[in-house]
């Protein structure tokens, strides 16, 4: 990717810090969630943090599918005027 130069770390310094945020939350669920599984002592109790998980990203994720669009075709043009060979 380095071919697309400054403007490619141009457009990713916009990208919007609650989708930022978004994704540093959703690793530290996975993370959490991990070390339960890790610490869990029987069947159910390995259901029930899969099935609290699940429901987590479902949530967080149809809350976030609201949302702008991270990267859009304005991205690519303004890379792609930028650095012509592309």
């Known amino acids: ?4 130069g400054l403007a490619w770390i141009e457009c990713l310094a916009e990208m919007p810090s609650d989708f930022i945020q ?3 939350d959703r ?3 996975d993370v959490n969630t991990q070390c339960a ?3 869990c002592e ?3 109790s390995l259901r029930a943090i899969r099935l609290m998980f699940f ?3 479902l949530s967080d994720y149809a809350a976030r599918s ?3 669009t991270v990267f859009s075709p304005e991205i690519l043009d303004r890379v ?5 060979l592309i």
């Open 1 to 4: 990717m380095c071919w697309f």
């Open 55 to 57: 429901e987590s990203a």
């Open 27 to 29: 690793i530290e669920d």
């Open 37 to 39: 599984v890790l610490s």
């Open 42 to 44: 029987d069947p159910a």
């Open 66 to 68: 609201g949302g702008p």
């Open 80 to 84: 792609q005027k930028a650095n012509p």
């Open 22 to 24: 978004f994704v540093s």
